[in-house]
């Protein structure tokens, strides 16, 4: 058998083996909800056939589902990219809020440009400040030897009681009776739903996913990045600039989850407020885990995440399915397929323990 034959026969064992390993985890994922779901004294089936009725039954529930893919994925899709560069970003939070702060403030101040001029303003300037948000831990990182883990967590808390106190003084909506958000931004600063079903956001969601894998895997910087991520010695041998990768790869991460806080305010929410994302960031974490870092994988996983998020929110409603008793169906399910692909958190732990990751001041030989 040739080399490449056997590495393709081993690729297709371990692609079999995480299918198997996935399918487990849901069906007992479906099984202790289910569970959940009989002491809460309701039918398990019907609660199930009513979750998958909302999440994709109607227009309108496929509509709710993307919309709530949207954001959790693109910031995943940041979040995946870091992994790959040997980085835990848990800033996503953070930079989702630092990227619709910037998205609004543009469309307040240019609320009179058309359509196509101030949405794409929008989107830029929000990639923009989750990225320098980003930046931030990536400097602290690469010249402090600080843990990203610490200094992007901290940084979510800095960018909401920043946006807080924005949203309750300086930029609150002067005839919002005293509520915490801003004013609406106009019809021309907003996304359109395609065919009354899909949202334009989508095709912003394909765009990023795209052009994070021809990064990664057709590109310089994408042989740079995973390198580090690999070995920081080894790329530090091979002439790479470890810091600049470092900084570079949070940079990135951070403007995807700016611009998924932009996508959201356009496309959905239309204003910004306190408590502007449920959790989206740390959402993201899970959903990054869950499709292995790989861009592939980190769309579907976020595609379903937001199916099940949309469906659980709807049951609730249609088949009165308590909100704790739905926070379990959904924690369970994400819980599962985490542990199932638990081998893939923990080949990213031992990298971050590896000689180098502290302190990166590598220079090109």
Same mark, same amino acid.
């Given at each position: 058998?040739?080399?490449?034959?056997?590495?393709?026969?081993?690729?297709?064992?371990?692609?079999?083996?995480?299918?198997?390993?996935?399918?487990?985890?849901?069906?007992? @994922?479906?099984?202790? !909800?289910?569970?959940? $779901?009989?002491?809460? +004294?309701?039918?398990?089936?019907? #609660?199930?056939? %009513? /979750? =998958?009725?909302?999440?994709?039954?109607?227009?309108?529930?496929?509509?709710?589902?993307?919309?709530?893919?949207?954001?959790?994925?693109?910031?995943?899709?940041?979040?995946?990219? @870091?992994?790959?560069? !040997?980085?835990?970003? $848990?800033?996503?939070? +953070?930079?989702?809020?630092?990227? #619709?702060?910037? %998205? /609004? =403030?543009?469309?307040?101040?240019?609320?009179?440009?058309?359509?196509?001029?101030?949405?794409?303003?929008?989107?830029?300037?929000?990639?923009?400040?989750?990225?320098?948000?980003?930046?931030?831990?990536?400097?602290?990182?690469?010249?402090?030897?600080?843990?990203?883990?610490?200094?992007?967590?901290?940084?979510?808390?800095?960018?909401?009681?920043?946006?807080?106190?924005?949203?309750?003084?300086?930029?609150?909506?002067?005839?919002?009776?005293?509520?915490?958000?801003?004013?609406?931004?106009?019809?021309?600063?907003?996304?359109?739903?395609?065919?009354?079903?899909?949202?334009?956001?989508?095709?912003?969601?394909?765009?990023?996913?795209?052009?994070?894998?021809?990064?990664?895997?057709?590109?310089?910087?994408?042989?740079?990045?995973?390198?580090?991520?690999?070995?920081?010695?080894?790329?530090?041998?091979?002439?790479?600039?470890?810091?600049?990768?470092?900084?570079?790869?949070?940079?990135?991460?951070?403007?995807?989850?700016?611009?998924?806080?932009?996508?959201?305010?356009?496309?959905?929410?239309?204003?910004?407020?306190?408590?502007?994302?449920?959790?989206?960031?740390?959402?993201?974490?899970?959903?990054?885990?869950?499709?292995?870092?790989?861009?592939?994988?980190?769309?579907?996983?976020?595609?379903?995440?937001?199916?099940?998020?949309?469906?659980?929110?709807?049951?609730?409603?249609?088949?009165?399915?308590?909100?704790?008793?739905?926070?379990?169906?959904?924690?369970?399910?994400?819980?599962?397929?985490?542990?199932?692909?638990?081998?893939?958190?923990?080949?990213?732990?031992?990298?971050?323990?590896?000689?180098?990751?502290?302190?990166?001041?590598?220079?090109?030989?």
């Amino acid at each position: 058998m040739s080399a490449g034959r056997l590495a393709g026969f081993v690729r297709s064992g371990a692609a079999a083996s995480v299918a198997v390993r996935t399918a487990a985890a849901l069906a007992a @994922a479906v099984a202790v !909800g289910g569970l959940a $779901l009989m002491i809460a +004294g309701l039918d398990p089936v019907d #609660a199930y056939r %009513a /979750v =998958l009725d909302e999440a994709v039954g109607s227009s309108f529930g496929i509509r709710s589902s993307l919309l709530q893919a949207l954001p959790i994925t693109i910031t995943a899709l940041g979040v995946a990219l @870091a992994f790959r560069a !040997g980085l835990f970003n $848990l800033g996503g939070e +953070g930079q989702i809020y630092a990227g #619709a702060l910037a %998205a /609004v =403030l543009v469309a307040l101040q240019a609320r009179g440009l058309p359509f196509p001029v101030l949405v794409p303003l929008m989107l830029v300037f929000g990639a923009v400040a989750g990225g320098l948000w980003g930046g931030i831990a990536g400097v602290l990182r690469a010249r402090l030897g600080l843990s990203e883990i610490i200094t992007t967590i901290l940084l979510n808390f800095v960018a909401f009681w920043m946006v807080s106190y924005l949203v309750r003084g300086p930029i609150q909506d002067p005839g919002g009776a005293g509520y915490p958000y801003t004013e609406k931004v106009v019809d021309g600063a907003r996304l359109p739903v395609i065919g009354d079903t899909v949202p334009a956001g989508v095709l912003v969601l394909a765009a990023v996913a795209i052009g994070a894998w021809a990064l990664l895997e057709r590109s310089v910087v994408g042989v740079r990045l995973k390198d580090v991520g690999e070995g920081p010695s080894a790329a530090a041998f091979a002439g790479w600039r470890i810091d600049r990768q470092v900084i570079l790869a949070l940079v990135i991460a951070g403007a995807l989850g700016g611009l998924a806080g932009a996508v959201e305010l356009s496309g959905n929410q239309h204003r910004v407020s306190d408590f502007f994302t449920p959790g989206w960031g740390f959402d993201a974490l899970a959903v990054a885990l869950i499709g292995r870092g790989t861009i592939a994988g980190s769309v579907a996983a976020g595609v379903f995440f937001g199916g099940l998020r949309s469906g659980i929110d709807g049951a609730q409603t249609s088949v009165a399915v308590p909100e704790s008793v739905g926070q379990i169906v959904q924690g369970t399910a994400v819980l599962f397929l985490i542990v199932a692909n638990a081998d893939v958190a923990v080949r990213w732990a031992r990298r971050i323990r590896q000689p180098g990751h502290g302190r990166h001041h590598a220079r090109t030989a």
